[in-house]
């Protein structure tokens, strides 16, 4: 937890690296593809599965322009040659194709159904997330603008992860769970993982559902309290003997290694 004290006692400011970079801009992804597709469906601009897809399409080209010209200068100190951005825009154009395939048919689906079904029904039956929530933690001793990947209206927490699964992140879905708990007073007992991965171009996405059980609650309030302890304190806990390779603080703590 070394990152913590560097944070938020040293006030050291950790440098991005190629996975932070690559999850900001697929996180990005999702949340303008999402968003996008609501405004054309509220706005009456889409009125059928084929129109909406149309319109993402021809939208695709405008968003990553603007997420290329945002990203590229931190792309590029974060270590990406120009060669390896490219590569990372593609994945992101990858992804976001992906999504209208599946919003799109969605979309279609509940039409098909549903024939007469309002535009508020038809957004909230086809397309049942909201993005990026901002939540106020302090009822748990965290963060008051906390960022939740996407919730779903049914009671579950769901988060994105853009590389290998790591046992740890079940707690970010936990955590996310008990500050709703807290705010809404209401039951959040399942959370999902969705890693997103590229295998030679191919996006595969894997989804992790899990139980928010009481094992994990207690884990996530005993890290909570051992990092208040350490910024309450100002306790260095000492660099660890084993970093992982991608954390933005590793510079500080290995002098350069």
């Known amino acids: 937890?070394?990152?913590?004290?560097?944070?938020?006692?040293?006030?050291?400011?950790?440098?991005?690296?190629?996975?932070?970079?690559?999850?900001?801009?697929?996180?990005?992804?999702?949340?303008?593809?999402?968003?996008?597709?609501?405004?054309?469906?509220?706005?009456?601009?889409?009125?059928s599965g084929a129109e909406l897809s149309m319109e993402l399409s021809e939208l695709c080209e405008k968003v990553m322009k603007r997420i290329s010209s945002e990203w590229r200068k931190k792309s590029i100190e974060a270590g990406y040659s120009e060669e390896e951005f490219g590569k990372?825009?593609?994945?992101?154009?990858?992804?976001?194709?992906?999504?209208?395939?599946?919003?799109?048919?969605?979309?279609?689906?509940?039409?098909?159904k549903h024939p007469y079904i309002s535009l508020d029904a038809l957004v909230h039956t086809a397309i049942p997330v909201v993005v990026e929530q901002k939540l106020d933690g302090r009822f748990l001793g965290l963060?008051?603008?906390?960022?939740?990947?996407?919730?779903?209206?049914?009671?579950?927490?769901?988060?994105?992860?853009?590389?290998?699964?790591?046992?740890w992140q079940y707690l970010s879905t936990t955590g996310y769970a008990l500050v709703l708990e807290a705010l809404n007073e209401t039951p959040v007992d399942v959370g999902v993982l969705v890693n997103t991965t590229f295998i030679s171009n191919r996006l595969r996405i894997t989804r992790t559902p899990h139980i928010i059980d009481d094992s994990l609650r207690m884990r996530f309030i005993e890290i909570r309290d051992e990092m208040?302890?350490?910024?309450?304190?100002?306790?260095?806990?000492?660099?660890?003997?084993?970093?992982?390779?991608?954390?933005p603080y590793i510079g500080i703590c290995r002098g350069g290694e």
């Open 1 to 47: 937890m070394r990152d913590i004290y560097l944070k938020y006692i040293e006030r050291a400011r950790g440098v991005p690296n190629k996975r932070m970079i690559r999850g900001a801009i697929l996180h990005k992804v999702v949340e303008e593809v999402i968003i996008r597709s609501k405004i054309l469906i509220y706005s009456g601009a889409a009125h």
């Open 228 to 247: 208040m302890e350490i910024i309450a304190n100002a306790r260095d806990p000492g660099v660890a003997r084993r970093c992982p390779d991608d954390c």
């Open 143 to 167: 963060s008051p603008n906390l960022s939740a990947d996407a919730l779903s209206f049914a009671p579950i927490v769901l988060d994105l992860k853009t590389g290998e699964f790591r046992s």
């Open 88 to 112: 990372l825009m593609n994945k992101a154009r990858t992804l976001w194709m992906y999504e209208v395939s599946q919003i799109t048919a969605n979309v279609d689906r509940t039409l098909a």
